[in-house]
């Protein structure tokens, strides 16, 4: 499985982005994806999970309300919608196809 992020780039405080993770090799219609993320100097961590289903979803408290992750089974892609994007949500951001499967990530600059 190939997993490749795009949609990062340099945005405002209180601007929006939305993150895709486009797949390949494997339908992501058969895993949980999670996106993740990991700041300068900070360890990874879990930003968002969408199950497989009906798409049950939960977020990390730092992004509750602002993000919100989706997925098109269609198109074998997942999104991750980012809105009021504060300097604090800078960060490279990988997706995650079950357990074994990363992206090597896109950065997102909260920055004016």
């Known amino acids: 499985v190939q997993l490749v992020e795009s949609g990062g780039g340099l945005v405002q405080p209180g601007g929006s982005l939305r993150l895709s993770c486009a797949a390949s090799?494997?339908?992501?219609?058969?895993?949980?994806m999670r996106w993740y993320r990991q700041a300068p100097g900070k360890e990874r961590e879990w930003v968002a999970f969408i199950d497989v289903g009906d798409g049950t979803s939960a977020y990390a408290d730092a992004v509750k309300g602002r993000f919100s992750i989706s997925r098109d089974n269609s198109k074998n892609t997942i999104y991750l919608e980012m809105k009021s994007l504060e300097p604090e949500d800078t960060a490279v951001y990988y997706c995650?196809?079950?357990?074994?499967?990363w992206g090597k990530g896109t950065l997102v600059t909260v920055s004016s």
């Open positions: 995650r196809a079950g357990t074994p499967y």
């Open positions: 090799g494997l339908p992501i219609s058969i895993f949980a």
